[in-house]
């Protein structure tokens, strides 16, 4: 096929040299878009590069093109658009033409593509193709990349002792490309087979190693400390499970650790991370967090049980007048007005005018306004406007209390009603 090519170029010279270096173009372009996340652009331009490539039916030249399209394919997560690539580019593979390398790489995302759909042992087998010209490439890198990814298919299939056996090829041959950041890669594998082997030891000494080469905040260390997690959870450590799963940004495990091991309040907090309200309702309460429990269930629009929760808040804690205006707040929505004025003013007695206070003396001026009873609602709304003047919508309220009372002849707050004997002019 490549002599083709070469003919092409005694023959048309320039143009096709042109044409080369366009195909070039596209390939870097396209390049540049997918390390950016731009996907569509850098497929279409990897399409122009294969569309200019493939004329010269070299295998060295379209290979890399079918490629990077199935790697734009697997990063848009379009698995079967990627192998579809792939199986246009087989009768490159057996091209004599054809380098080592190009063919492995091909190979390798072969056996990337069909994992992904679950084509286990089609995987394999394309493995093992692989396998045979690596045998005559000596490429440390590329050995290492077909033994993880190999690993990987072998750990959903849970064929733990073959998966332990290519994380433990992957490894050495990553050493040996001197790559820290794939050796790490394949110790976590390595780790996970051992875990699931029951071989705790070695297991630790693998997913340690991955998390110091990994570094901080690298890439895979969120997935190293759930695994270590999970370990410490077998050992029957439930403090460094709780630690480690929380550490690696599973919320929901971190919660269900800490509440194993007693950290109720702890387990509280990361439950609540995970979105699960009635788990962290339950650790609150396992905490002795009356108040806590409380408004969250009042998040959540359980009143009933948030009403019942805040009345257990005693009367000793720092959180009880917080509780209590809650429960003021509450009674106020639900038209409760009478319970509502009881919680309230017991929180504004117990408080003078300030930041903290503020909404309590407001939320009593509308409970009386809600309740008929104007002229102590517009005392308490002229304190908080004196306060702030522009608290919610306390300037509103004030004028539409003064215009009712207007209308109906009461005189207005800290105004005395003219005399009836006063001139027209002055009334």
């Given at each position: ?97 054809a380098e080592p ?12 593509s069909l994992a ?166 339950a650790a609150h ?143």
């Amino acid at each position: 096929m490549a002599t083709g090519f070469i003919n092409r170029i005694w023959q048309e010279g320039g143009d096709v040299l042109a044409q080369a270096r366009e195909a070039q173009q596209h390939r870097d372009y396209g390049g540049y878009l997918l390390a950016r996340g731009l996907l569509v652009a850098a497929a279409e331009q990897f399409e122009l590069w294969l569309t200019l490539a493939a004329p010269s039916d070299d295998p060295n030249l379209i290979l890399p093109a079918y490629n990077a399209l199935c790697t734009v394919s697997h990063a848009r997560l379009d698995h079967e658009g990627a192998l579809s690539w792939l199986e246009q580019a087989l009768p490159y593979l057996v091209d004599r033409q054809a380098e080592p390398v190009n063919v492995i790489k091909t190979r390798i995302n072969r056996l990337i593509s069909l994992a992904k759909l679950n084509r286990d042992d089609q995987a394999i087998a394309e493995a093992i193709q692989a396998q045979d010209v690596l045998g005559s490439q000596g490429s440390p890198y590329l050995s290492g990349l077909l033994e993880l990814n190999l690993c990987s298919v072998y750990a959903k299939r849970q064929e733990w002792v073959q998966a332990r056996r290519s994380g433990q090829l992957a490894l050495e041959q990553f050493r040996t490309a001197g790559d820290h950041q794939a050796m790490a890669d394949a110790l976590v594998n390595l780790g996970l087979a051992h875990l699931e082997l029951g071989a705790l030891r070695l297991a630790r000494r693998d997913l340690t190693r991955a998390l110091k080469l990994y570094g901080d905040g690298g890439g895979g260390t969120a997935y190293v400390h759930t695994e270590l997690g999970r370990l410490a959870q077998v050992e029957g450590d439930l403090d460094q499970a709780a630690e480690m799963f929380g550490s690696g940004g599973d919320p929901a495990k971190a919660g269900a650790a800490f509440e194993r091991a007693h950290r109720f309040a702890e387990a509280a907090r990361f439950y609540r991370q995970a979105g699960e309200a009635a788990k962290a309702v339950a650790a609150h309460k396992a905490a002795g967090e009356s108040f806590e429990a409380g408004m969250l269930l009042k998040e959540q629009g359980d009143l009933e049980a948030a009403v019942f929760t805040l009345q257990q808040v005693p009367a000793a804690s720092e959180r009880f007048l917080e509780a209590t205006a809650a429960l003021g707040e509450i009674f106020l929505e639900t038209e409760m007005y009478g319970l509502a004025k009881e919680k309230l003013q017991e929180v504004v007695a117990a408080t003078p005018l300030s930041t903290a206070s503020l909404d309590a003396y407001y939320l009593l001026a509308l409970a009386h306004e809600k309740s008929g009873e104007p002229r102590l609602a517009l005392t308490l709304y002229e304190k908080v406007m004196a306060y702030r003047l522009n608290y919610r919508d306390v300037q509103a309220r004030i004028a539409a209390l003064k215009e009712r009372r207007a209308a109906a002849g009461a005189p207005t707050q800290g105004v005395p009603r003219p005399a009836t004997s006063q001139p027209e002019r002055y009334k």
